[in-house]
């Protein structure tokens, strides 16, 4: 199973650099948690778009980020339908 979300770019590099270091990337095997900002998904009005297993948010510090984030509307969950369309809008492949 997996989880869909979208926020803005700083949101996302600030998350993304913060799993990174709680997790100790770059490292072998491993340059980095996700995809960076530059080069993730994107929907038509820009928000970068993620989608991840779920095992990968109960790992400890992204569970406690994303709750954080979350709650405070900095990150929303959406539908795989929704990741999907947005990303298919934007002009990214989808296969």
Known sequence: MQRFFATDAVTYEAVRLSLDSAWGHPKPGALTCIEPAATAPR?????????????????????????????????????????????????????
């Open 43 to 95: 929907d038509a009005s820009g928000l970068v778009l993620l989608g991840v297993y779920s095992e990968f948010c109960e790992f400890q510090a992204a569970r406690d980020a994303l709750s954080q984030l979350l709650a405070g509307g900095a990150v929303d969950e959406i539908t795989e339908a929704e990741y999907f369309g947005r990303i298919s809008r934007a002009g990214y492949p989808t296969t």
